[in-house]
């Protein structure tokens, strides 16, 4: 059994079992540059307010520094009798310096500790998720260039409703992730406050400088509230949230690719090096890793719940329930980088089937509202519109036709108003580029959204 920092009070040593239930250490024990790195600067600001030495501070410093090249090295020995992190690098600092290790914990308390080194390490983390998100979206454009004369059904129901741009079907996924970006990117905000100087709840003694260790650790603001800033797990349920809107699209993305590549649509073809085979099938290849993607949403969500929960109600201001924070928010910025790097390799790796596509947006009555659309041009009410070509195309499943399979002279039987320009109007190219409202899919105005893209990721 080590020797506890905190055992002054106690008669008894603390039961294994206990060890082993508090023990966050093989969690925690990714936090160890941040917390040397937060110790650090630490000292620089106590040494600074004369608060330790400056040769006390270069002493620790360099204490600190060791240990961190040890841990680099594998030669640290973390201890679950030490409980976590924080305290396994301190009592090791009290080994090889002595007293002078014990001044390291004036004016703070883990409780700061815990929520500095976290904020450190999650500020870090979004910003990898943000790189990976820039270059999942620019995957998007390159593929939205690429395939710009391609048309597809675009569905409402799963069913075959309108023709569009499968460009634009991709710029819909840009916009997904473009908020996605944003969402950490603000959230990235409210990470980068120092709560470092809240010390156990209530502040402290000491004539700290929180400013000057914000300065140093690069926080632009210090937390305003001592009970707040070592309770307050906000920046990480939001984190959660937004990881878990962004493995919501990753789904819908990976959910259409699995269904897209399957033999019935043949939309697309996965990549051999992106697929899986079966151990009895040898006929097969399989979309795994979409599969994967759309799986691995459950335990991002599921980290969410964990959070709301394990905070909700909570009094002020820490309690060790806090502690579990870790394990899921960990689990999720994994899962998530791996899976938006996955993506950001798959998506260009892609082969769509032009032809394919085509075919399914030309058969199925998908111009029909063009239809609709062309006899309101010719003065017919909407409704009324609506009720003329619902019965022509009740006519053509009898007749076993498209809508523009029909002669002029058959389809005036159902309006007058119909003339030869129809056959123009119901092309797939036209049906694709006359839908010229904003946010529309024909090419034009695909071409001026991917240019936007373009210009948003710095590209051109
Ligand atoms: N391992 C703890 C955590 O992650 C650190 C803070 C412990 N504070 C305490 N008063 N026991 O939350």
Not at 25 to 33: I, P
Not at 61 to 85: P, S, T, W
Not at 221 to 239: H, M, P, Q, Y
Not at 248 to 263: G, K, N, P
């Amino acid at each position: 059994m080590s020797a506890k920092l905190w055992d002054g009070r106690f008669k008894e040593a603390t039961d294994t079992s206990v060890e082993a239930f508090t023990a966050s250490v093989k969690t925690d024990s990714r936090l160890y540059a941040y917390d040397i790195q937060g110790s650090i600067a630490h000292c620089k600001m106590l040494a600074r307010q004369s608060i330790i030495t400056e040769d006390e501070a270069d002493i620790l410093i360099k204490g600190l520094d060791k240990i961190k090249q040890e841990i680099e090295q594998g030669a640290f020995k973390f201890d679950d009798a030490l409980e976590d992190v924080h305290m396994n690098i301190e009592s090791r600092l009290a080994v090889d310096l002595g007293d002078v290790a014990k001044k390291l914990h004036t004016a703070r308390s883990r409780n700061d500790q815990v929520a500095l080194d976290t904020r450190m390490y999650l500020r870090d983390e979004c910003k990898e998720i943000l790189r990976c998100l820039t270059t999942l979206r620019r995957e998007f454009v390159g593929l939205s260039k690429k395939y710009i004369d391609v048309v597809m059904p675009g569905y409402t129901h799963m069913q075959r409703a309108q023709p569009v741009l499968l460009s634009h079907h991709f710029m819909a996924y840009y916009e997904m992730f473009k908020r996605d970006n944003a969402r950490f990117e603000e959230g990235l905000a409210r990470i980068n406050v120092l709560p470092l100087g809240s010390a156990a709840l209530a502040g402290t003694t000491f004539p700290i400088d929180m400013n000057y260790t914000a300065e140093l650790l690069g926080f632009s603001k210090v937390t305003g509230n001592s009970l707040d800033a070592v309770s307050d797990r906000d920046f990480i349920i939001e984190f959660l949230a937004s990881a878990s809107i962004c493995m919501v699209h990753l789904s819908r993305i990976s959910e259409e690719l699995i269904y897209w590549s399957s033999a019935e649509f043949g939309f697309v073809e996965m990549p051999d090096s992106f697929s899986t085979g079966s151990s009895i099938m040898p006929q097969k290849k399989n979309p795994d890793v979409c599969e994967l993607a759309r799986g691995k949403a459950g335990r991002v969500f599921g980290s969410l719940m964990a959070l709301l929960t394990m905070m909700k109600s909570l009094p002020l201001a820490y309690n060790r329930d806090m502690q579990e924070d870790k394990e899921p928010l960990f689990d999720t910025v994994d899962t998530l980088k791996m899976c938006l790097l996955v993506y950001g390799k798959l998506l260009s790796k892609l082969r769509f089937n032009q032809d394919r596509m085509k075919e399914a947006a030309s058969r199925g009555f998908l111009n029909a509202t063009d239809l609709a659309d062309y006899l309101v041009t010719k003065g017919v009410g909407f409704r009324d519109a609506h009720r003329i070509v619902g019965e022509t195309v009740r006519y053509c499943l009898e007749e076993k036709k498209e809508l523009h399979e029909l002669t002029l002279e058959v389809m005036r039987r159902f309006s007058p108003v119909i003339a030869e320009d129809v056959f123009d109007a119901l092309s797939l190219g036209s049906v694709v580029n006359r839908r010229r409202s904003i946010g529309g899919t024909a090419r034009k105005n695909v071409l001026a959204a991917i240019s936007a893209a373009e210009e948003e990721l710095g590209l051109e």
